[in-house]
C-alpha cells in the first residue's frame, strides 16, 4: 500500500505531472584534448603504470596479512589529468564488471597561472585489470582507426598519468560535482 502522499509538514496540491523531453536548443561544443605526441608511448605508458599499481597492490595485500570479510578484493587506482583537460569520468566506470569510480577531485597545479587538474580514484576488482589493459592496448594501435572500432580516444586522451591510489585519493572529493574545488 502506497504512503499518503501529504505529511505534517509537506502538502502535495494536487497529482503528479509528466512533461516531454526538450533538448537543448543549441549545440554544445566540447573541446577535446591535443592527443599525445606518441599514442603508442602515451598506452604503454599507462599499461605499466597499471601493471606496476597492480604489484604494489598485491605487495602491500600480502604484507598486511589481513582479510576483510564480505569485501569484494580488488585495489584502487587514481587517474590523474592533463592541466585544464577534464577526465571523461564516466568512461573509466564499468558497472557490469564492477569497475566504480569512488572518488573525483581537483587541485591546482603550482604554475604562476595555476591550472586545474582533475583526479579520478577508481575501484576495480580482481581480475578485470584486463578491462583497462585491453583499452590501452587498442588506444596504442597506431594504424589508421577502421570503421566502428573502438580506440577510446575520448577515455585516454585526456589521462596524464595513472598510479595506485592513497588514502587521501579516496578521502578527498568523493564523487564530487565538476566545479567543485579540492
Known sequence: MAAPRNRKHILVPGPPTAEEYKPHGRKIDVT?????????????????ALKAAVVEANKRRDEAGIEVHGAVPGLYVQFESQPDVPLQVSSLEDSRQGIEVVAVSHSKTDEPE????ERATVFVPDGKVKHFLKRFESY???TPKKERERRYEDMIDPVATLRLATLRGLWKGRRAHPDAEA
Open 140 to 142: 596504442s594501435k597506431t
Open 114 to 117: 595555476p591550472r586545474r587538474i
Open 32 to 48: 577535446k584534448p591535443a592527443p599525445p605526441a606518441s599514442r603508442a608511448k602515451h598506452g604503454k605508458a599507462l599499461e605499466r
